[in-house]
């Protein structure tokens, strides 16, 4: 018997769904119909539904102004058949992605609202629109001829990273009509994602990032001739700069803006020094700084190789173009922290570093460094330094931290406008002595909104007696948190830098994390020296896989109380927090290798507040994992002590011995007597 295959009504959903709108006298565009030049050209530049580049024609779409001239793009996806409507993850989200991470092309076909969606981000990645509406609807004929029909209304933006949030539900398109679309646009905008949603879309966005950097990495490592180590890093640096914009103020630069061209003047390098300078002017960075780093990336991206052309083309442009397809909608949307601490993790393995240096740079993983943060209790009004910043991580925790706090503690809108530019202006100190990673920390900080004011090229040690980089030149940074993640080569694994750091503080913590046999021996003279002056409230033994993949050494972190002696009876907190709750692996394969197995948000916490307030905070923890003892001051190599074990057996330990014993003895004796009692019987 012949399979019937059911006819798609998608023409007639479309007319009617088009007649909808041309009963609102709505200016709605079709397929090949064009909108605007640069929603046109942005679906022409997102690869398309097939996978392939451009061609993506949404089946109707509009540009809507709201009452305060708000500008909302809608695209519209229909389909004709019953089920087609929408594909959801097992997270309950639009599946435009394949659990590998690449574009679900088969779902983004088949489904009205993921077609839509997948046109949203278009307009997202390569246009200033940060709110766009995507409609799916679909339908089909029941038994008595009359179209049913499905209508999903998702709302794609920044604020929940491309992944599209159902608006409600309609069984029409009134809530376009001029008369209804305000009210629309004020429910929008009460849409907000828990915590949990933002947990699961970061998750899912930090997978698409590490697919997209090692594409980027290997394009460029392996297309692009004639290129060092740091030439790669500071192009794409240069890249991603000229590309952010100032609404009102700069214009993204867009790909059509370079044109190749060999004009003294106007080679594609000379346009993106010009955005570059354009941006940084408007950033009100301190002169001497705007003119290190215009200075730095320009001796790479206008020399004569780099912008000649050939078939049209310089190499400059080709890979302006890499960065932005690959990356641009990860800084757009707002994904800072993760996107930075990725990128730069990354560009690390560009930087050729001998086998000793690479060990020297590695990383702080950002819930580590949001953990020494905390530990050295910052706060908004915290004036916070890192004497090795490598890309900023440290810093940038700091900033979150500094900034949320501000965010729940000042009521006054202006206050708080003003309090935020103050903590990225002038509350944040960091030194990096490698040109190269130098950059990726100004970078980061641009990024994270600019808190580079006084990010430093400078030796800590040799360089540096503890004043502002810029501005206020004469004037002592008045540090009073410290946090460090050192280079483990330095002298006593870096706690030169410690010491060199809490002596030049007044008051304040500090929060470092180290390889520990800086406190059993490696480090002693330093240590000694620090006690003199300062005391070390906590000791924790962490992990030793939270370097996995970059290095395998054994790490604690020390908590000081800066500028007070450390006295003989002072009790110092040592914690063995090896088993932090995470189970980390080292696949690269693996679609995440950090998983929360055992309570790893509680048991950070936890921690935190037993540095702070003691014992009485126990609670997932127990005393063999929290000791307190004291230290000599005067060794310098008893700071990693753990709780004792206690190895005496207890009376109470001894009679459970004799009574399993005894069970033991009667359970044999009455089993012996059923079988003799049963042989007997035969």
Known sequence: MKKTTKQSIEPNIADLANGWLKSYKLEYKLEQESLNSEIDKALDDYFSKNGGSGGNRPDAKLLLQDKKLDYFPILIEYKGYKDKLVKFDTNGQVENKTTKNEPNFKNINSFAVNGAVHYANAILHHTTYTDIIAIGMTGHKDESGTIQNEIGVYYVSKSNLGAGQKIGSFSDFSFLAPENFDAFIEKVKTLHLSQKEIDILKEQKEKEIDASLVKIHNDIYQNEQGLGENDRVYLVAASIIATLGIPGKVTPLEKSDLKSSTEKGNTDGEIIVRKIKAFLDEKNLPKEKKELIVRTLQNTITTENINKVKDGESQL???????????????????????????????????????????????????????????????????????????????????????????????????????????????????????????????????????????????????????????????????????????????????????????????????????????????????????????????????????????????????????????????????????????????????????????????????????????????????????????????????????????????????????????????SILKQQVLEDNTLGK
Not at 397 to 410: G, S
Not at 412 to 429: F, H, T, V
Not at 544 to 556: A, L, R
Request: with cysteine; aromatic share 10%; hydrophobic share 40%.
């Open 317 to 667: 442009k080709r890979i302006f173009i890499k960065v932005v397809d690959d990356l641009g909608i990860y800084y757009k949307i707002g994904l800072t922290t993760d996107f930075t601490g990725k990128l730069f993790n990354e560009m690390y393995g560009w930087l050729g570093f001998s086998e000793d240096k690479l060990n020297d740079v590695v990383l702080t993983p950002s819930y580590i460094a949001t953990l020494l943060v905390k530990l050295a209790r910052v706060n908004k009004d915290s004036f916070v330094w890192d004497f090795a910043t490598g890309s900023a991580g440290l810093l940038v925790a700091a900033m979150n931290e500094m900034l949320n706090d501000a965010k729940n503690t000042i009521t006054s809108p202006e206050e708080l406008r003003e309090k935020e530019i103050e903590i990225k202006a002038e509350q944040l100190l960091g030194l990096e002595v490698l040109s190269s990673v130098y950059m990726l920390a100004i970078l980061n900080m641009i990024l994270m909104g600019d808190g580079s004011s006084n990010i430093l090229n400078k030796d800590s040690l040799g360089e540096f007696e503890g004043n502002y980089g810029f501005g206020k030149t004469n004037e002592k940074f008045p540090a009073d948190a410290f946090i460090l993640n050192p280079p483990y080569s330095a002298n006593g694994n870096g706690m030169n830098f410690v010491r060199k750091a809490l002596d030049l503080m007044y008051k304040g913590y500090a929060a470092i994390i180290i390889q520990n046999s800086a406190g059993s021996g490696k480090a002693k003279e330093f240590n000694q020296k620090i006690l003199e002056k300062h005391t070390l409230l906590a000791s924790i033994k962490m992990p030793i896989d939270i370097f996995i993949g970059k290095s395998s050494v054994q790490t604690n972190i020390y908590v000081f109380k800066v500028n007070e002696r450390h006295h003989k009876d002072e009790m110092v907190k040592f914690m063995d927090f090896s088993n932090d709750g995470y189970t980390r692996t080292n696949r690269k394969k693996s679609s995440c290798n950090l998983k929360d197995t055992n309570s790893a948000k509680e048991r950070y916490n936890e921690l935190v507040n037993l540095v702070r307030f003691g014992k009485s905070k126990l609670n997932i923890f127990t005393d063999k994992e929290y000791y307190e003892n004291t230290i000599d001051p005067k060794s310098g190599a008893d700071w990693n002590q753990l709780a004792p074990i206690d190895s005496k057996p207890a009376l109470q330990d001894f009679k459970k011995t004799v009574s399993d014993y005894l069970a033991w003895e009667v359970s």
